[in-house]
């Protein structure tokens, strides 16, 4: 007589798929992430823990930049190539002092011609040792390059940070689809996506990218996103269906070109992009106008 106590695989299932509807209902596809993010949503606003050992709102916000982590690439993270601070490869030795004491970064890439050419980059610990020892102070700066991390744009954060903990390095140069240099990425703008932006005592004081000024009108570097843009200023600034982040980008996109300080650019919402700071490769700050209607209403 078989034994009524027994449980066969497809019970185990069953049994299994009876818990996870008592305790998450009855989605087949919810995953541990989306629940999380749920129960994160549910606590959004609170001003600390409910009770003792529960999750403070740092920790919270914390949490959602780990389950949206490797959902980044490479593109998307660190620095952008119009600010990249480099040296070129004839570079003398004391010249490379003084750029790393301007700078005030560790790493510093080096290339060859032109920035799409990084052939490597000069830690300062290398610099320190020979001023430290009173060494002589050597010709050229090819015995102190070493090399850094290669990866496409489109490399995952995840994989990144693995590539880099694996080879020991800590920063990566980041190409674009013809091999020539879309931006960098350090340990700490990593880690950055996950706990918030790291100040030491050498950052400079962080400025506000969007400022309001008279008339409903705003300023804005050339850098702010149009996600920020459109949280704080008008959110059809940032409906394109273009390859673009910034406000700088929108008014490159508008014009057809760099354009130049002067310049102003039409958006179908109405607003006027107004070129303030530019150089020719690129556009530094911006002005915007508000749409007729609306500058009438912040003058009445």
């Not at 040792?129 to 991390?149: K, M, Q």
């Not at 790291?198 to 050339?222: F, M, S, Y």
Request: aromatic share 4%.
């Amino acid at each position: 007589m078989p034994d009524d106590s027994s449980t066969t695989p497809a019970d185990s299932g069953g049994i299994w798929r009876g818990l996870r509807a008592l305790l998450f209902g009855d989605e087949a596809d919810e995953t541990l992430r989306t629940r999380l993010e749920e129960v994160i949503d549910e606590h959004e606003g609170e001003p600390g823990p409910d009770a003792k050992g529960d999750l403070s709102p740092l920790e919270r916000q914390m949490v959602r930049n780990l389950l949206h982590f490797g959902e980044r690439d490479a593109g998307d993270v660190g620095v952008p190539r119009a600010d990249i601070i480099a040296v070129e490869q004839g570079i003398s030795f004391d010249d490379l002092v003084k750029t790393f004491a301007s700078a005030g970064h560790s790493r510093l890439p080096v290339y060859r011609d032109a920035l799409d050419t990084i052939i490597g980059m000069v830690h300062i610990k290398d610099v320190f040792d020979i001023l430290a020892t009173g060494a002589p102070h050597p010709h050229d700066i090819t015995a102190l390059i070493r090399e850094p991390v290669y990866v496409p744009q489109s490399r995952g954060t995840l994989d990144l940070l693995a590539d880099m903990r694996q080879r020991r390095v800590h920063l990566a140069i980041v190409l674009d689809e013809y091999s020539g240099t879309e931006g960098l990425v350090t340990i700490e703008d990593l880690v950055e996506e996950i706990v918030g932006d790291i100040e030491d005592e050498h950052d400079e004081a962080p400025t506000a990218l969007i400022v309001p000024i008279e008339g409903g009108g705003w300023e804005a570097d050339a850098r702010a996103e149009l996600e920020d843009i459109a949280e704080a200023i008008d959110p059809r600034l940032a409906d394109t269906e273009d390859d673009i982040d910034t406000i700088g980008g929108l008014a490159a996109t508008l014009a057809g070109h760099v354009p130049q300080a002067g310049e102003c650019l039409e958006h179908q919402s109405g607003w006027t992009l107004e070129v303030i700071e530019a150089d020719p490769r690129r556009v530094a700050r911006l002005r915007l106008h508000p749409p007729a209607r609306q500058a009438e209403e912040e003058e009445a």
